[in-house]
């Protein structure tokens, strides 16, 4: 079955860290290159970060720009997304997703999400 | 406030017609492809268009994507109840560094 599926969520204080997972299955996962997209509550998308098959290639949102790491693993077909100095702001549902045809187009293939909250 | 700029709503009756518009730059629209995807309350996006106005497999002939210049339009024809959702434009921007970006959101429905 292809699916993605987000782990690592929870409630955390302002200023700490939190690690997301996203486990791939169904697919050849190291052929693709992967997005971290969020959704805070009641408002719109917003892309974080994406980075390239082979992990060579990442660029990132504005808003997490050095605080946020994407990395991967492609002998455990996981994601993952290291979130450090996590603000207010940050709350959202933090969803996994599959590149298109390239590495810059956010494909068909989503997880359902985890929720952050970062409250003290 | 978002890059690209998308109405916040769009209504129209079952069977009717609607176009969702999404304007941008230069910088992503005007070079890059656009994307269009549907959500639904409660649940992850789903992707309707892919580069422009091609759509995956299993999505129906009802939904089609163009651009023009630095806009793109989503077209949905005989509408149903069931594609009262919100929708997203999204695509590349080449500015800078290069970043993903999506429009705000139009909450479509069908009355």
């Known amino acids: 079955q292809v699916q993605l599926v987000e782990s690592g969520g929870g409630v955390v204080q302002p200023g700490r860290s939190l690690r997301l997972s996203c486990a791939a299955s169904?697919?050849?996962?190291?052929?693709?290159?992967m997005h971290w997209v969020r959704q805070a509550p009641g408002k719109g998308l917003q892309w974080v970060a994406v980075l390239s098959s082979d992990g060579s290639n990442k660029y990132y949102a504005d808003s997490v720009k050095g605080r946020f790491t994407i990395s991967r693993d492609n002998s455990k077909n996981t994601l993952y997304l290291q979130m450090n100095s996590l603000r207010a702001e940050d709350t959202a549902v933090y969803h996994c997703?599959?590149?298109?045809?390239?590495?810059f187009g956010v494909g068909k293939l989503w997880g359902q999400g985890t929720l952050v909250t970062v409250s003290s | 406030q978002s890059v690209l700029t998308q109405p916040p709503s769009v209504s129209a009756a079952p069977g009717q017609k609607v176009t969702i518009s999404c304007s941008g730059s230069?910088?992503?629209?005007?070079?890059?492809?656009v994307s269009w995807y549907q959500q639904l309350p409660g649940t992850a996006p789903k992707l309707l268009i892919y580069?422009?106005?091609k759509r995956p497999s299993g999505i129906p002939d009802r939904f089609s994507g163009s651009k023009s210049g630095t806009s793109a339009t989503l077209g949905i024809t005989g509408l149903q109840t069931g594609d009262e959702a919100d929708y997203y434009c999204?695509?590349?921007?080449?500015?800078?560094?290069?970043?993903?970006?999506f429009g705000g959101g139009t909450k479509l429905t069908v009355v």
């Open positions: 580069d422009n106005n």
């Open positions: 997703a599959r590149a298109s045809s390239s590495i």
């Open positions: 169904g697919f050849t996962f190291s052929t693709y290159a």
């Open positions: 999204g695509t590349w921007d080449s500015s800078l560094s290069g970043e993903g970006v």
């Open positions: 230069s910088s992503n629209i005007g070079n890059n492809y």
